[in-house]
């Protein structure tokens, strides 16, 4: 398998960026629903969020690579309709926009107070700007309405991919797979 996209296939960069990048985020779905219940005296109550916000740094570093990488990469062709074009075409750019806006509030949500964010102690990103509290609370709401959002857009978009693999039984689904034509 090669290393850059091409017209028709998608290379091994882009294939990895895209199943490690969607195995962290539905972690990430899945931890922050378990935290936010969790009280004082249990075990993970300051792990939970430590590794939600460094996963999260590193989630934001991947999606400049990808974003960088994709920029620098054709795109393979598109399969379907004209109006499934664009419609695949505004759902893929909604999920950067979504995951970057996701990743910012939490960012801006976690700063709030003006202290950086440790990520693993491998380094520390620096807090922008004091928020206050108030401001904070209501980027919370946004960060959890956005996951929310965001994993409605996830299930379109399998959704979309397993009709183009069942119904309309074109190579989309394969291609990201890695899959080569056998034809």
Not at 9 to 20: E, K
Request: hydrophobic share 60%; no cysteine.
């Amino acid at each position: 398998m090669q290393l850059r996209n091409t017209k028709t296939a998608y290379g091994w960069v882009t294939i990895v960026l895209h199943w490690l990048m969607a195995l962290l985020v539905f972690a990430m779905f899945g931890l922050g629903l378990y935290m936010v219940d969790l009280t004082y005296v249990d075990a993970w109550y300051k792990a939970a969020p430590a590794l939600h916000i460094s996963v999260g740094v590193i989630l934001m570093l991947l999606l400049t690579f990808r974003l960088v990488w994709r920029l620098s990469n054709p795109a393979p062709e598109v399969y379907g309709q004209a109006f499934e074009k664009v419609v695949g075409l505004l759902v893929h750019r909604l999920h950067y926009v979504f995951m970057f806006v996701l990743m910012l509030s939490g960012y801006l949500m976690v700063t709030a107070d003006g202290r950086g964010i440790a990520v693993f102690t491998w380094f520390e990103v620096p807090a922008l700007w004091d928020i206050e509290q108030a401001s904070a609370v209501l980027l919370g709401k946004m960060h959890m309405t956005l996951a929310w959002a965001f994993m409605g857009f996830v299930v379109l978009h399998t959704a979309a991919a397993l009709k183009h693999h069942w119904l309309d039984q074109d190579r989309t689904l394969l291609r990201m797979l890695g899959i080569k034509d056998n034809q």
